[in-house]
């Protein structure tokens, strides 16, 4: 007499809940790998007497897959990439897998979107924007005794 995992099992290949549950399970997998291993790329920002330069590593994706944003006093870097891909077994199956790695840099002055500058380059995303005085005002603490 087998266990009642294999009866369980045996009737999971029979149906079609066996199809998803592996699609399930798939999911999780997948969405789980691709969150703990996915690291962010590297950044290094240097300054000169004028200019603040922002420099992503992006080796391996191209000009379309990157995205540039200013908010304020952050410059936001998206890089998206889809991959599409078939696998034929007992059953036909696609699969689509979109990354996105995402990072946010903030420089105590506002951004000039016409003054900022970018270039793409063998894998190297360059940024430049002007230094400008930080926009920084102190607020005056009172003292209240009890």
Same mark, same amino acid.
């Given at each position: 007499m087998g266990s009642s995992k294999d009866n369980l099992s045996k009737w999971f290949h029979k149906d079609s809940f066996y199809d998803l549950a592996k699609h399930m399970d798939s999911f999780f997998n997948e969405s789980f790998k691709q969150f703990f291993n996915q690291k962010p790329f590297e950044i290094n920002m240097q300054e000169t007497k004028s200019d603040v330069v922002i420099r992503a590593m992006l080796p391996g994706y191209n000009r379309d897959q990157i %995205?540039?944003?200013?908010?304020?006093?952050?410059l936001r870097i998206t890089v998206e990439d889809s991959k599409f891909q078939e696998k034929k077994k007992e059953h036909f199956t696609n699969t689509n897998k979109e990354y996105k790695m995402? %990072?946010?840099?903030?420089?105590?002055?506002t951004i000039s979107e016409e003054d900022t500058k970018a270039t793409y380059n063998d894998g190297i995303l360059k940024i430049s924007t002007p230094k400008?005085?930080?926009n920084t005002r102190f607020i005056n603490i009172d003292q209240i005794n009890d």
């Open positions: %995205r540039l944003a200013i908010i304020g006093n952050q995402e %990072r946010m840099i903030s420089l105590p002055f400008k005085k930080p």
